[in-house]
């Protein structure tokens, strides 16, 4: 049951998501990593439906949290690229090509192993308030670092920079999400209200759509959004481990195997990052604006 809501939340998630890149690129200059982003898109009925659907997506992911465990149920998170995948093949007037294919394939199968060689295994549903700070903390310093690397980019690799800081945002709001959940089920929905948790899992949640949103405005989705979607469940385990107290298998073998994992992900990335999709997202985006010439001189 778990892993059958978990599945289905990475398809809504997937599928909201390339519905939302395809309002955001539409957006006006200059909006990137600024607010009035999100006010821009907030008035796009396109993006309302992307929203709608990724909304469906957290609420079946919450549901899964709150039956199993971060470190069971964010793995199948990553499955939501090949989702949003699909829809970008239909949708795009750019043909989605075997290098973008097996770009994503490499982030999934990337991830996938290292989860499983990793075995990271459940731990408690709670945890100290100040642990969370600390995750909190460590996970917004290394989204603010590279939310500064980024801003000095070119806008494709400045788009992957801000998904991996989306993922790492998403992936501390599925671990909140989870301990908020199992108290709403442990608990009753009154003791979960008057709880921090799901407050924090709002903010957090605004601040990861904005860098989504700009990522997904900097570049087409084979590009913005795979990132995103491996960070997620990576920062998801690491909470589930660090603070939640679950376990993770380490020994030279696993390490050594766990780090080519990683290494095929980051190639899945950089081969998304240069794929010809950027250069046509570009120049379709970002013509210039050429100075009108008159068919014949003007009278004096």
Do not use: C
Request: net charge positive.
């Amino acid at each position: 049951m778990v892993y059958a809501l978990a599945l289905s939340a990475a398809a809504f998630v997937g599928i909201g998501n390339a519905v939302q890149q395809r309002s955001a690129a539409r957006a006006p200059s200059g909006a990137v990593l600024h607010w009035r982003l999100l006010g821009y898109l907030l008035h796009q009925r396109l993006w309302l439906a992307g929203i709608a659907t990724s909304v469906v997506g957290n609420v079946l992911s919450g549901a899964a949290l709150g039956l199993g465990s971060v470190v069971e149920v964010e793995p199948l998170s990553v499955m939501a690229v090949l989702f949003a995948m699909g829809v970008a093949a239909v949708w795009s007037r750019y043909r989605v090509g075997w290098r973008e294919w097996s770009g994503a394939g490499a982030v999934v199968v990337g991830v996938i192993v290292f989860l499983i060689v990793a075995r990271p295994g459940p731990g408690r549903p709670d945890a100290p308030v100040w642990q969370w700070a600390l995750a909190a903390a460590s996970i917004g310093a290394i989204t603010a670092g590279l939310v500064s690397l980024a801003r000095r980019m070119r806008p494709h690799h400045e788009a992957a920079v801000l998904g991996l800081g989306a993922g790492m945002l998403f992936g501390l709001q599925a671990a909140l999400t989870s301990a908020a959940a199992h108290r709403l089920f442990e608990r009753g929905l009154l003791p979960m209200l008057v709880d921090w948790t799901p407050y924090a899992v709002v903010v957090i949640a605004v601040i990861g759509i904005l860098l989504a949103q700009s990522a997904f405005k900097l570049a087409p989705l084979p590009v913005s959004y795979p990132p995103v979607a491996a960070a997620e469940p990576l920062a998801g385990v690491a909470i589930g481990v660090g603070v939640l107290q679950g376990t993770m298998r380490i020994t030279p073998v696993t390490v050594v195997v766990e780090i080519a994992a990683l290494a095929l992900m980051t190639v899945g990335v950089y081969a998304l990052a240069s794929s010809r999709l950027v250069e046509a997202h570009h120049h379709a985006h970002h013509r210039p604006h050429l100075p009108r010439r008159y068919p014949h001189p003007p009278r004096t």
